[in-house]
């Protein structure tokens, strides 16, 4: 039903565009749209001066279940590329079409990444059978875990995808493109290297985080994660959060996560029945605005997450 309210005001954006063109030159600029903070990020890295990035989404809103302004929308309809993640923000897959009919070069990272399936909830579901068809109600998520970026070697992948999407954009400068892509993916193999190397051997190889966006991360570097809340910020019952208690007590978990863009509300009160301390885990969905001022990107956050992690886990 949302579709036929998006789809008529693209197309009258589209038309509009004239006035839009105009600026767009005058910056000499690569316009590309990028659906929220990590892929914008990365756009930006790999563009330097020959790309203007607009980011769809403010810093500090949650992603899950945003729906664009009519505004938001207007400021990429001159866009010569748009990237998106899929999953988290299916407004992306509505726009695709018209973009594409208007020669906008589109990179949906999910094409470009191995995804994990939504999987979560199953023997929790199991579990509590009798009661099973309120739980797959409550579960009713998209197909797959969207927090591909979380993971530093499928972050590469989707730099590799937007460096080729700018190089076919903009083939005069594609060998700039091309040199600072390099120079991202190294950081991004330094900082794959610094998670191996620092979790390596922890004493504790379970966390419990706020909502279920560390699964890409915790496969890659071999721990497992107790989420608080379920992939698109979905509650979990108050029987859950209980078994997560009794859990936490059982494993000795001394560190309940929490994130910076929702309520630590839940993540306190568990922490305090468990008797362990709350910390931050950031999702990097997006920056606050303190954040971006502080000049924290996505390897500073990913950074600080690993000495949260650590310090969590037990490692040496
Ligand atoms: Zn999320």
Redesign the pocket.
Known sequence: MKRSLLVPSLLALVALAGCGQEQASKSGKLQVAASFYPLAHFAEQIGGEHVQVTQVLPGGV???DYEPSPGDLRAISDAKAFLFNGG?DPWGDRLRADMEKNGVIVVEMAEHVDVLQNTAHEHEEEEHGEDGAEHEEEHDHGPFD??FWMDPLSAKKEVIAIRDALMTADAAHAEEYRRNADIYLEKLNALDRQYREGLASCAIKEIIVS???FRYLANRYGFSTLPING???EEQSARAIAELISVAKEKHIRTVFFETTASPKLSETIAEEAGAQTQVLH?I?GLTTEEGRSGETYLSLMERNLVHLRSAMQCQ
Do not use: F, L
Request: hydrophobic share 20%; aromatic share 0%.
């Open positions: 949650e992603p899950h988290i969207p927090h909502h279920d966006a992939v698109d910020q999702t969905h």
